[in-house]
Every structure is written in C-alpha cells, then in structure tokens.
C-alpha cells in the first residue's frame, strides 16, 4: 500500500517529467525555426537540391538543439564530447534516412516544405526519447543550474 508521501513523489516526477518534456519541445521549435529559415533561405537563394539545403539546415539545427537541451532541459555535466557523439550516433541513422525519404518524397511531387514538416515532427520524438533515456539517462540533473536549485531548495 502506498502512502501518501510515496504518491507526491510520484506526482512531482511526473510534474518534472512533463516540464522536461515542455522544455525539450520549446527548445526544439526554436531549432526548427533555425532549421526552417536555413532551410528556406538555402533553398531559395542557392538553387540547391533539397538534399544539401536539408542537410545544412540540420546540422544548424542539431548544434543549437544540443547545447541549450543539455544546458538547460537536462541539466547535465556529463562529459561534452561523449554526449556529442551518442547524438552523433543517433543522427548517423536518422539522417540517412530522413534525407533519402524526402528527397523520395519530393521526388513523387511532395512540396519540400510538407516534407521538412513532417520529418522535424519525427526528429523532435525520436531525438527527445534518445536523449532522454541514451544521452542524458544517467546525468540529469547534474550541472550547476541543478545544483544550485537544490541547494536553494533545500538551505545551505
């Protein structure tokens, strides 16, 4: 049987679940923007194909999404170039294959923009789980922003 402490607990990790969530999804529409604008801007201005337009626009994209995410929806100290490169290896499949389906679906007649949309759609899922249970499972909640959090939380 549970008590009544065991219960808030569960509720504000919950709480804390959701917030983290919020956070990674407003920070990852503020790297889509990144992503659309290099995007568009690639697209429109330099002629390119879609596959490199899509391919800048992301790694723009991906580099921002990193550093705040970690920063600040994470909370992690975890070692910068191990965390980067779990990212990487996330991308090194996600990539390939986001690029291949849009340019297939461009190819069939698919406006570029409806294919940028639904494949960030896809990234921003899939990046949150991997980062949330891979890159940063066993480091939340460990930079100075968390520390300095507890340590107002509960007094010196």
């Given at each position: 049987m549970e008590n009544k402490e065991d219960k808030q607990n569960e509720e504000m990790n919950a709480k804390q679940n959701a917030l983290q969530a919020a956070k990674f999804a407003l920070f990852s529409i503020s790297a889509g923007a990144i992503e659309a604008l290099s995007f568009t801007l690639l697209n429109e201005l330099t002629g390119f194909p879609y596959w490199p337009s899509y391919l800048i626009a992301l790694t723009l994209s991906v580099l921002y999404n990193?550093?705040?995410?970690?920063?600040?929806?994470?909370?992690?100290?975890?070692?910068?170039?191990?965390?980067?490169?779990?990212?990487?290896?996330?991308?090194?499949?996600?990539?390939?294959?986001?690029?291949?389906?849009?340019?297939?679906?461009?190819?069939?007649?698919?406006n570029e923009y409806i294919v940028l949309g639904v494949t960030m759609v896809c990234n921003l899922l899939l990046e949150f789980l991997f980062c949330r249970f891979v890159v940063y499972r066993d480091s939340m909640n460990t930079n100075d922003l968390a520390l300095k959090k507890e340590i107002n939380r509960t007094g010196p």
């Open positions: 990193f550093t705040v995410n970690r920063r600040f929806t994470f909370k992690s100290a975890a070692n910068v170039p191990v965390a980067m490169l779990k990212v990487l290896g996330f991308y090194l499949l996600f990539t390939p294959l986001s690029t291949l389906a849009g340019h297939r679906a461009e190819a069939a007649g698919i």
